[in-house]
T-cell receptor
Framework: DVKVTQSSRYLVKRTGEKVFLECVQD?????MFWYRQDPGLGLRLIYF???????EKGDIPEGYSVSREKKERFSLILESASTNQTSMYLC???????????????FGPGTRLTVL | RKEVEQDPGPFNVPEGATVAFNCTYS??????FFWYRQDCRKEPKLLMS???SGNEDGRFTAQLNRASQYISLLIRDSKLSDSATYLC????????????FGAGTTVTVRA
């Protein structure tokens, strides 16, 4: 079974703090993703990485950065947390696309971040 | 306009009923289509892929209408365990591993 783990289930931080969210997958997937999920908005892509040290911005990268130093680990960094970054953060991983199919994304359990 | 739109529901149905709902997508270049299931306070998990000819997986049937750009999910003989939010998911273009997610349709099955 694919396993994607995230460092914390719940996190409370103060405005202006630097926040690190960690994600680890054990299936040797090339692709990794960070999303945030807010009521009524669905999952929105923040950043993704298709290889070690490779990253691309998603739809809402402002206020976030990422790091992928090892294949199995993808970190999301909030440089200076703000209250509008209070959300559920979900990490996912997948194999690279094969042919015309898009491979399944496997999600971690999520981190519910509250910024006060 | 959102890339994927869904009726949020909730759809409240009795056990044993059939429930069906759709989603629409705006990107005609999308080539891969999925339904994910998300239980309360849990992560999304793949329920089924959706193929052009339509496909079934047990009590679940998915249909794709490319001309009208909508996808449907039908659940037969609903079980209490089917209570969840169902996310409609499409890829952004052929061979693209980036996905667009709908906000979800909530289904509640009552005894």
């Amino acid at each position: 079974d694919v396993k994607v783990t995230q460092s914390s289930r719940y996190l409370v931080k103060r405005t202006g703090e630097k926040v690190f969210l960690e994600c680890v997958q054990d299936m040797d997937h090339e692709n990794m993703f960070w999303y945030r999920q807010d009521p009524g908005l669905g999952l929105r892509l923040i950043y993704f990485s298709y290889d070690v040290k490779m990253k691309e911005k998603g739809d809402i990268p402002e206020g976030y950065s990422v790091s992928r130093e090892k294949k199995e680990r993808f970190s999301l960094i909030l440089e200076s947390a703000s209250t509008n970054q209070t959300s559920m953060y979900l990490c996912a991983s997948s194999f690279p696309t094969s042919g015309t199919s898009t491979d399944t994304q496997y999600f971690g359990p999520g981190t519910r971040l509250t910024v006060l | 306009r959102k890339e994927v739109e869904q009726d949020p529901g909730p759809f409240n149905v009795p056990e044993g009923a059939t429930v069906a709902f759709n989603c629409t997508y705006s990107n005609s270049a999308s080539q891969s289509f999925f339904w994910y299931r998300q239980d309360c306070r849990k992560e999304p998990k793949l329920l089924m892929s959706v193929y052009s000819s339509g496909n079934e997986d047990g009590r679940f049937t998915a249909q794709l209408n490319r001309a009208s750009q909508y996808i449907s999910l039908l659940i037969r003989d609903s079980k209490l365990s089917d209570s969840a939010t169902y996310l409609c998911v499409v890829n952004r273009r052929s061979n693209d591993y980036k996905l667009s997610f709908g906000a979800g349709t909530t289904v509640t099955v009552r005894a």
